[in-house]
């Protein structure tokens, strides 16, 4: 049953501590994106990476680091210099490259932060 | 720059049509995207256009024009599973990389 996967479901974070958010998929996508959701805000594009070993910032990468040494996965750290962490972290991927939809980008079930 | 405007809610009763609205002002076009996200989940792929016109799929359908810069989903014989936020989103040229508007939060009553 081919899907992506995100860990924990909820996180908390202590003050300066890093954090890291995990996400897996088995649909054999190139691409994968990780995006933060804040209330009566659209989702915002953190980092994303197209292929195995590289990957780009995002509109908001601040604060964030990624690394992308398997396909099929992609965690997202949260360092200590992210002053606001609290939100809703979704993880996408997509075949790359392709036609326009079938770059149709599909998320995980998403990770809540929580700053303590 | 880029911009996508979606209405903040919209309230409807069950068994009705719904229209949501969404105008986008993008560097590059290469497809529009719609979104379903139920409260505390991750969104879940509806359509996708890129050529003006309606496409239709079972209840929902979605149009585009791409020289209006305009799109809208059409929800037809609402039912209350429907409630939830509806995301549009553009896929940029280049890199595909989607930008989403602010989501339009649906309510269906009884």
């Known amino acids: 049953d081919g899907g992506i996967t995100q860990s924990p479901k909820y996180l908390f974070r202590k003050e300066g501590q890093n954090v890291t958010l995990s996400c897996e998929q088995n649909?054999?996508?190139?691409?994968m994106y990780w995006y933060r959701q804040d209330p009566g805000q659209g989702l915002r594009l953190i980092y994303y990476?197209?292929?195995?070993?590289?990957?780009q910032k995002g509109d908001i990468a601040e604060g964030y680091s990624v690394s992308r040494e398997k396909k099929e996965s992609f965690p997202l750290t949260v360092t200590s210099a992210q002053k606001n962490p609290t939100a809703f972290y979704l993880c996408?991927?997509?075949?790359?490259?392709?036609?326009?939809?079938?770059?149709?980008?599909?998320f995980g079930p998403g990770t809540r932060l929580l700053v303590l | 720059g880029q911009n996508i405007d979606q209405p903040t809610e919209m309230t409807a009763t069950e068994g009705a049509i719904v229209q949501i609205n969404c105008t986008y002002q993008?560097?590059?076009?290469?497809?529009l995207f719609w979104y379903q996200q139920h409260a505390g989940e991750a969104p879940t792929f509806l359509s996708y256009?890129?050529?003006?016109g309606l496409e239709e799929k079972g209840r929902f359908s979605s149009f585009l024009s791409r020289s209006k810069g305009y799109s809208y989903l059409l929800l037809k014989e609402l039912q209350m599973k429907d409630s939830a936020s509806y995301l549009c989103?553009?896929?940029?040229?280049?890199?595909?990389?989607?930008?989403f508007g602010t989501g339009t939060r649906l309510l269906v009553s009884p």
């Open positions: 996408a991927s997509s075949i790359y490259p392709g036609t326009g939809f079938q770059e149709t980008q599909y």
């Open positions: 649909l054999n996508h190139d691409a």
């Open positions: 990476s197209q292929i195995v070993n590289d990957f």
């Open positions: 993008t560097s590059g076009f290469n497809g």
């Open positions: 256009n890129v050529l003006d």
């Open positions: 989103a553009v896929m940029n040229t280049g890199f595909q990389k989607l930008v």
